[in-house]
């Protein structure tokens, strides 16, 4: 872990990532990297660069993927990890975490998120803001949980899912890869093909 904190994306979910960084106080420095060149700062953090530039600073900064996008956060993120780049975990200070959870690198847990003792999160992941995970969980890698989505015990999310705000899975659900439930939804059986699924209970649309 170096003392520097450089962010890739300087608006959206890259500001709220900075702001748990600059709370967690364990970097001395951070800064962002950019592509749209008119964003000169980002509550209070210079924008140092475009995204193309990266690479240059990979020993001198720890990295963290500030992209809300699940498919593009993944490619940048993988092209990092394979270069060696040191990526960190972000937890807010007011987020809940249980006894043997496991969280992988570049995963971002919010203000008012609960996760559950015995819970799996893979790389990568938004676990959003009040968004909760109950017990024994498995969250793949690149999956983005909304403000308020709530996961009962032992449910399992495939890679690159978004459970959209509000959305609600019952127990003992398999929800496979790339799918994305709509705001509100609820999802009592499991779901084994990919796609958009809305409503109560959720339809595939």
């Known amino acids: 872990m170096n003392n520097k904190l450089l962010i890739i994306g300087a608006?959206?979910?890259?500001?709220?990532?900075?702001?748990?960084?600059?709370?967690?106080?364990?970097?001395?420095?951070?800064?962002f990297l950019d592509d749209d060149e008119s964003i000169k700062s980002s509550i209070g953090l210079e924008v140092?660069?475009?995204?193309?530039?990266?690479?240059?600073?990979?020993d001198e900064y720890d990295i963290f993927v500030g992209i809300g996008d699940n498919a593009i956060r993944q490619k940048v993120l993988e092209k990092l990890e394979k270069a060696g780049a040191s990526i960190p975990i972000l937890i807010h200070p007011d987020a809940v975490i249980g006894a043997q959870v496991d969280i992988e690198i570049g995963t971002t847990v919010m203000a008012g998120a609960v996760v559950n003792c015995c819970t799996k999160i893979g790389k990568g992941c938004i676990i959003n803001?009040?968004?909760?995970?109950?017990?024994?969980?498995?969250?793949?890698?690149?999956?983005?949980?909304?403000?308020?989505?709530?996961?009962?015990g032992?449910?399992?999310?495939?890679?690159?899912?978004?459970?959209?705000?509000?959305?609600?899975?019952?127990n003992?659900?398999?929800?496979?890869?790339?799918?994305?439930?709509?705001?509100?939804?609820?999802?009592?059986?499991?779901?084994?093909?990919?796609?958009?699924?809305?409503?109560?209970?959720?339809?595939?649309?």
């Open 11 to 31: 608006s959206g979910h890259g500001k709220v990532v900075a702001d748990i960084a600059i709370k967690m106080n364990k970097w001395k420095e951070m800064a």
């Open 48 to 58: 140092i660069g475009t995204t193309n530039e990266v690479f240059s600073h990979i």
């Open 129 to 152: 803001t009040g968004a909760t995970i109950d017990h024994d969980n498995y969250i793949e890698d690149f999956v983005h949980l909304s403000p308020g989505a709530h996961l009962a």
């Open 154 to 170: 032992t449910v399992q999310v495939g890679n690159g899912s978004w459970l959209g705000i509000g959305s609600v899975v019952s």
């Open 172 to 205: 003992n659900i398999k929800i496979t890869k790339g799918c994305k439930i709509g705001a509100g939804a609820v999802v009592v059986n499991d779901i084994t093909e990919s796609g958009v699924y809305v409503g109560v209970p959720v339809r595939r649309i």
